[in-house]
């Protein structure tokens, strides 16, 4: 990684992809916003950020980013505006997004850009707030930015903004993208959505109880990529969805195991084995700049 201090230089930083091990909806708020339960793993796999600092003020994004997203609407690009105004910093930057997380697809991507962004501009930009002030800039960016920011697994509730850390054994996960990419809002307008799950607690998640996504049946009965993507996948293990997204995945205890049963799908399939983490990769990176 390339010394950021150093002008003109770009440092590249992990942007990693998160599942949602299961996600119940157990009501909504006075002001229409979803409550949910949910647990948040982050893997080792995501997109990377470019930065390369400037001293005029200037936020950039060079390069494109998600087809179709302008930079004004671009997460990473607005992440680093948020963090420049609550600061009243003078300092800019230049964005590049190596994008490889697929939009749409429930993994984070980017939210994660976002958390990234922040963070690192936070350390760059030496504008010096508390990860509690970032995750609270992210939560206006996105409900997924302060898990990111954080970058610990998580049991979350509230909109996906009250967060406790948890440990999760070692696991490793085969993904599937079917890569459609159904919005959000439709999603929770739909019909077979189920809103009003009761509220569950962490110790039923560590038995091993809790795997289901309320957009499961939803999706499935919509898109019918991702009903494909789940019957293939129920021939290695049992599938799941992440998030709101069409990503589906199955869980393993070994990196051998999900391997082979990769090895086993169709090669058209965009399939990819990831493994599980514990911390963000974001925060090894920092640590390593402080060395």
């Known amino acids: 990684m390339m010394d950021a201090s150093e002008a003109g230089a770009w440092s590249w930083w992990p942007a990693p992809a998160k599942l949602n091990l299961f996600l119940h909806i157990t009501g909504r708020r006075a002001d229409g916003y979803h409550l949910l339960q949910t647990v948040f793993r982050l893997l080792d796999w995501g997109d990377r950020i470019g930065l390369r600092l400037r001293s005029d003020g200037q936020i950039l994004r060079i390069g494109d980013s998600v087809a179709g997203v302008a930079p004004e609407q671009d997460l990473a690009v607005r992440a680093a505006r948020v963090l420049q105004q ?10 590049r997004v190596d994008k490889q997380v697929p939009a749409g697809g429930g993994f984070g991507g980017g939210s994660s850009d976002a958390a990234t962004v922040l963070v ?4 760059l930009w030496k504008t010096g ?17 302060p898990v990111f920011v954080r970058g610990h697994n998580a049991w979350a509730e509230g909109v996906g903004e ?10 490793w996960y085969l993904l599937v993208d079917p890569g459609v990419h159904v919005p959000t809002a439709a999603l929770f307008r739909s019909e077979r959505l189920t809103r009003d799950t009761p509220a569950v607690i962490i110790g039923d998640f ?20 991702v009903e494909a993507a789940f019957q293939l996948l129920a021939q290695v293990g049992t599938p799941r969805l992440t998030g709101s997204g069409s990503g589906c995945f199955v869980e393993y205890p070994t990196r051998d195991a999900a391997q082979q049963a990769l090895e086993s799908l169709p090669k058209m399939l965009q399939a990819r084995v990831v493994a599980g983490v514990d911390r963000s ?8 700049m402080d060395v």
Not at 86 to 95: K, L, M, N, P, V
Not at 120 to 123: F, H, I, S, T
Not at 134 to 141: K, P, S, T, W
């Open 129 to 145: 707030l508390s990860v509690d002030a970032l995750a609270e800039l992210g939560l206006a960016l996105g409900a997924d930015v």
């Open 86 to 95: 609550a600061t009243d910093c003078g300092q800019g930057a230049e964005i």
């Open 120 to 123: 690192v501009l936070n350390r």
């Open 206 to 225: 560590a038995s091993g109880a809790l795997t289901g996504n309320a957009f499961e049946p939803v999706l499935r009965a919509l898109e019918p990529a």
């Open 162 to 171: 009250r967060l406790t850390p948890i440990t999760l054994p070692p696991a």
């Open 281 to 288: 990769p974001l925060l090894d990176a920092l640590d390593a």
